[in-house]
């Protein structure tokens, strides 16, 4: 699809489509002010958020159609809800065939942030997640061209950027497991470094039985896939300013069948979304190589499938990770903290100053939060707060809870230094403790994305499957790093 600046003003677009955006009580001012005003006076449209309306042939313009679509309360009217709207009315117009489409920015917002909010949401809105889908009418489909009027050419393309990365990171977590295997997710994000000009390496077993990752290949040991720890790096042109060194670490599960502590058959084929995590770093590492940003960024995906084959590890198992702590596994399926502990040491080894992980952790998270919030949880306030600066004005949400000491207690292990579980209650913030216990004093972030990085249904301006959720937020932090 092509993305691009439209010069005119609106009665000259000659587009298939012309959206404007009508807030509630207050019709836009554009041509064919009567029909306007006759839907708003119809109750046919009020404004409300992701509302469309469709007038065809509009008077005094050259559009085929015009679009109105509903801004919701005008001073509620953020950069989310632009992107939302902008997906919502793509989507909509995409199924009634139409292949060309403008959006005005309207005045007040007019701004780089909303001018990139809007084509993201026109891109993250073309996904249809159907490739397995043999229906041979899928091409005549496509739209062929997304215009903005307003905005500059410079928020376009991060628009762009951001958006086609994060349909990568979707494209990725919406494989199913038997094609996407952990040696298979490292040749992606080999092609991927390749292409954006990025280092890559990915550490194999061997290497990482070398190193001790002893954490990491019991999870992988049940598997006849083998596991892989993929490295990706990124370092400003002209070299850094300071001596941060950002690591971003994502969960990388292919699949998580529970391992011996086998979950329950119901809704397990969703499991392919547990590399979301990786799937979103991965993405980030994408968008940044062309954003390029002041700071270097290495991303780390542990990948490996969770399974409870013949080798596989046992509850009571100890193993040692490459911190040197040990852990006795009482529960085969909190594996993601397993193979993050073992990345998180090898990114202190190796530069990293300040780490954020993104994982899709926690069942309890989703009861906590639901599918709304990402959870956050850190070890160092201030730099929670620029993700959570970050994380507010890419419009995904993302809520703090507490790590008091007292939830440390529950992760005492009788056989071990500690063992990887903490209990029925506040399973979110042990995990999250667990993690901590092994990072030390890094500034570090936990973000656990099992409520938000997947959607049962469809939204309007989303198709059902993965989300992508936690790249933006990465590539705006990195972006904004040395400007805190
Ligand atoms: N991948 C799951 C967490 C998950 C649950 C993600 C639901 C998405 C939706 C994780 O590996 C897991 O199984 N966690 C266990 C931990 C428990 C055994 C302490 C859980 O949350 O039940
Ligand atoms: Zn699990
Ligand atoms: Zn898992």
């Known amino acids: 699809m092509e993305i691009r600046?439209?010069?005119?003003?609106?009665?000259?677009?000659?587009?298939?489509?012309?959206?404007?955006?009508?807030?509630?009580?207050?019709?836009?001012?554009?041509?064919?002010?009567?029909?306007?005003?006759?839907?708003?006076d119809s109750g046919e449209f009020s404004g409300k958020a992701l509302e469309i309306a469709i007038l065809h042939r509009p008077a005094g313009m050259k559009a085929k159609r015009l679009v109105l679509a509903g801004g919701g309360k005008r001073e509620k009217f953020d950069t989310a809800e632009l992107r939302k709207l902008a997906g919502a009315a793509f989507r909509a117009l995409k199924g009634k065939g139409v292949r060309s489409m403008t959006l005005a920015l309207g005045d007040g917002w007019q701004s780089d942030d909303f001018a990139a909010a809007a084509v993201e949401g026109a891109i993250l809105g073309d996904v249809e997640n159907d490739r397995y889908k043999t229906d041979p009418k899928k091409d005549e489909k496509r739209v062929a061209s997304f215009s903005l009027l307003g905005g500059s050419q410079a928020a376009l393309d991060r628009g762009r950027i951001l958006a086609e990365a994060q349909n990568f990171s979707r494209d990725l977590a919406n494989e199913p497991a038997n094609v996407l295997t952990p040696l298979l997710l490292a040749d992606r994000a080999k092609q991927m470094a390749a292409e954006y000009g990025l280092e890559c390496e990915v550490l194999d077993q061997d290497r990482m039985r070398q190193l001790g990752m002893g954490a990491l290949l019991g999870v992988a040991q049940g598997s006849a896939e083998p596991p892989a720890l993929i490295v990706i790096r990124y370092k400003p042109a002209g070299g850094s300013k300071s001596s941060d060194h950002l690591g971003l670490v994502g969960k990388g599960v292919t699949f998580d069948?529970?391992?011996?502590?086998?979950?329950?058959?119901?809704?397990?084929?969703?499991?392919?979304?547990?590399?979301?995590?990786?799937?979103?770093?991965l993405g980030a590492m994408r968008a940044i190589a062309q954003i390029k940003p002041q700071v270097p960024v290495t991303a780390l995906v542990p990948t490996v499938e969770n399974m409870p084959g013949s080798k596989a590890q046992r509850p009571g198992d100890i193993v040692k990770s490459l911190s040197g702590k040990t852990v006795e596994v009482l529960n085969t399926d909190a594996e993601g903290r397993l193979i993050l502990i073992d990345a998180l040491t090898y990114a202190q080894q190796i530069g990293c100053t300040?780490?954020?992980?993104?994982?899709?952790?926690?069942?309890?998270i989703v009861v906590a939060l639901g599918t709304v919030n990402v959870g956050a949880f850190t070890n160092n306030e201030a730099f929670l707060e620029k993700l959570l600066a970050a994380a507010k004005a890419e419009g995904e949400k993302t809520w703090q809870l507490p790590m008091d000491e007292e939830y440390?207690?529950?992760?005492?292990?009788?056989?071990?230094?500690?063992?990887?579980i903490g209990g029925r209650s506040g399973g979110s913030i042990t995990a999250a403790w667990f993690i901590r216990d092994f990072v030390g004093e890094t500034p570090w972030?936990?973000?656990?994305?099992?409520?938000?990085a997947w959607l049962d249904e469809g939204?309007?301006?989303m198709a059902k499957g993965a989300t992508g959720v936690g790249l933006r937020t990465f590539v705006r932090l990195a972006e904004s790093w040395n400007a805190v």
């Open 5 to 40: 600046l439209e010069p005119k003003k609106t009665a000259e677009v000659e587009s298939d489509a012309l959206i404007v955006v009508g807030f509630e009580g207050a019709p836009p001012g554009v041509g064919a002010g009567e029909a306007v005003k006759e839907l708003y």
């Open 257 to 281: 069948t529970g391992g011996i502590s086998i979950k329950p058959s119901e809704g397990m084929e969703k499991m392919r979304y547990d590399m979301s995590g990786g799937a979103a770093v």
């Open 354 to 364: 300040h780490l954020v992980d993104a994982a899709t952790l926690t069942g309890a």
């Open 408 to 420: 440390k207690e529950l992760l005492k292990s009788n056989f071990a230094d500690l063992h990887n």
């Open 445 to 452: 972030i936990h973000l656990d994305i099992a409520g938000t």
């Open 459 to 461: 939204k309007p301006y």
